[in-house]
DNA sequence: TGCCCCGTGGCACCCGGTGTCATTAGCCTC
DNA sequence: GAGGCTAATGACACCGGGTGCCACGGGGCA
């Protein structure tokens, strides 16, 4: 693996960030997660390994992309909400706004939504993300519902519509050509209705 | 930290595994589970940092116990429901009785969950242990339903009960008091009916 | 007595992650 | 234009989880 055009110390190396995340993901995709060490990532995107987890405080956060800010967007979609509507309904609403990509970054999510998903070491991180967005969604919930974050209906509401999604985004994903927000609509639909479809 | 009863190489070793359970759980709810080394456990279990590696794959399954036997009986009781009632009500009426322990063990219940839900590493670790029940229970809905375990309800099932699930364990440790199953029901109610606890 | 089996411990090694320090470039000031 | 400050970088040493390998030693068996 050779250097791709290796930065200067000191300079301001725009771009190295994204340039890291390509390299992590092109190397996670091929060769699998565990298989490829935090050095051959360095390597292949010209920086030192000592300068990756100074930009990823672990090797799975190569894999995340800017997460915080698809938090911080959701919360402001929890906020921007209709109030008239149930509580429950825009959730689910702001989970599928939020999850709405442009078709140019699809390829980008299923890759990485892939190995999230399918890598051991990954879901296991994942737990981590995700439970930023719960605590998120479950604020919102307690502050909609006049209870608090910590009661269990809050939790509860952010536990599992956040389970729906996860959900969602594995049938997407086993399904080549369909589309994420369809997945998730009908996932939230079985979710609020309390599972119809298993009343045959 | 002294050994306990050093067991000589090529003894039975009887009741070894219990005792570095016991000596793991002890240390992480004293000090932390990072901040524990596994040198530190197998110290005080009397046994050396390999053999802590033959009993457990990893540090955090030390808290787990058999968890395998207890997916076991989840699939067990699955299986011994009464088709006649709904799929849904099937899988939640076998949590609860999977979770129903006796009085004598709440104690190291509570210190293990308490470990697992509160300890960052042990949180992400725990969606390896919690995808087996997952499957377990996709499956069961799968044959019930006449679908695939791979296709959505089932998955969705098996995901949003194990979220309420894990929502009621936590309402179950921040309340001393509380008996698990009465937190177990009411997720599950809440779950069922759709969340009509937001429709105030 | 001699043999095999197997649980064990010791050792070296890999890899993820961190603290520390020296280097270097860009920039700002005098 | 020289000097000094800042910030990104890389080299190095170190820690801890996890693994492969081998040697030991006791119990059971022929």
Redesign the pocket.
């Known amino acids: 693996m050779t250097a791709i055009e ?8 725009e771009g ?1 960030r994204a340039r890291v995340e390509r390299a992590a993901l092109d190397l996670f995709t091929l060769r699998g997660f565990e298989q ?4 051959e990532v360095a390597d292949a995107a ?6 990756f ?3 990823f ?4 956060d190569a894999v995340w992309g800017d997460f915080a800010a698809h938090v911080t967007r959701l919360d402001e979609l929890l906020a921007a909400t209709d109030p008239a509507q149930p509580v429950l309904a825009s959730v689910c609403a702001a989970y599928v706004e939020v999850n709405d990509y442009a078709v140019a970054e699809l390829p980008l999510l299923r890759e990485r939504m892939l190995l999230i998903l399918t890598e051991p070491a990954l879901l296991a991180h994942s737990q981590l993300r995700f439970a930023e967005v719960d605590r998120v969604v479950a604020r919102h919930v307690a502050g909609r519902s006049g209870t608090a974050a910590t009661d269990l209906v809050p939790r509860l509401v952010a536990a599992t519509t956040r389970a729906a999604a996860t959900t969602a985004f594995e049938a997407w994903l086993a399904d080549e050509r369909s589309a994420l927000g369809t997945h998730l609509r009908q996932a939230f639909a079985e979710l609020t209705a309390g599972f119809p479809g298993l009343l045959r």
Do not use: L, N
């Open positions: 290796t930065a200067p110390p000191g300079a301001p190396a190295t490829v060490t935090t050095d010209g920086i030192s390994r000592r300068t987890f100074r930009y405080a672990t090797k799975a």
